[in-house]
């Protein structure tokens, strides 16, 4: 069965400080792999999307990276604020054969700190 | 921008009861999708939709039917809402997928928090 495991999963961090989320997934094969951004009580935004052949893709203070051959991301935010306080969710779309199908991770909660 | 409008932000409903949630997107998005969130479980596929009056069961269908008559609404229904339906649902919507490249980007509703008491 595709999984996507996120860690930790949650986190809390002082404002201005860097911190790095990390996705794990077993979906093989795979054509991309996203991030997103979910505020409390909202939808989830789309942060980066990157495809197998990217290694890193930037969104101002995120940067995601991506290893296929290790099947890990990590999301790093660099000089958090609070409005990064949020839940941060990895998802790996599957290829053709799958119908692109959307595998979600559980999302790692961030908590940006005074 | 895309937006994604979903009807209600909070609704209450009780056990039994025929549930309407309704989601409208702007940009003329073929593909739209109800998933629903828990905590601890992330989101689930409930039913998606490639085009009008089309509807494929994801995930978790069970429970839930939709109704796509235009492309721009997507409607989810709960014939009989149930307690375990108590949840968050949200509406997505995105272009068609163009054969080899698997790179739309789905836009999210705002939700909806359902509790069925």
């Known amino acids: 069965k595709n999984q996507v495991e996120q860690s930790p999963q949650s986190l809390i961090i002082l404002e201005g400080k860097n911190c790095t989320l990390q996705c794990n997934y077993t979906v093989s094969p795979f054509s991309n792999l996203r991030w997103y951004k979910q505020d409390t009580g909202r939808g989830p935004v789309s942060l980066t999307i990157m495809t197998f052949s990217e290694n890193t893709k930037s969104n101002g203070r995120y940067t995601a990276t991506l290893d296929a051959d290790t099947k890990q991301s990590s999301l790093h935010i660099t000089a958090s604020q609070l409005s990064d306080s949020a839940s941060y969710i990895c998802?790996?779309?599957?290829?053709?054969?799958?119908?692109?199908?959307?595998?979600f991770g559980k999302g790692t909660s961030l908590l940006v700190t005074p | 921008d895309v937006k994604v409008t979903q009807s209600s932000r909070y609704l209450v409903k009780r056990t039994g009861e025929k549930v309407f949630l309704e989601c409208v997107q702007d940009m003329d998005h073929e593909n739209m999708f109800w998933y629903r969130q828990d905590p601890g479980l992330g989101l689930r596929l409930i039913y998606f939709s490639y085009d009008v009056k089309m509807k494929e069961k994801g995930d978790i269908p069970e429970g839930y039917s939709v109704s796509r008559e235009k492309k721009e609404r997507f409607s989810l229904i709960l014939e009989s809402a149930s307690t375990n339906q108590t949840s968050m649902y949200l509406c997505?919507?995105?272009?068609?997928?163009?054969?080899?490249?698997?790179?739309?980007?789905?836009?999210f509703g705002s939700g909806t928090q359902l509790s069925v008491l």
């Open positions: 997505a919507s995105s272009i068609q997928v163009l054969m080899g490249t698997a790179d739309e980007k789905l836009f």
């Open positions: 998802v790996v779309s599957g290829d053709s054969n799958s119908g692109y199908a959307l595998n």
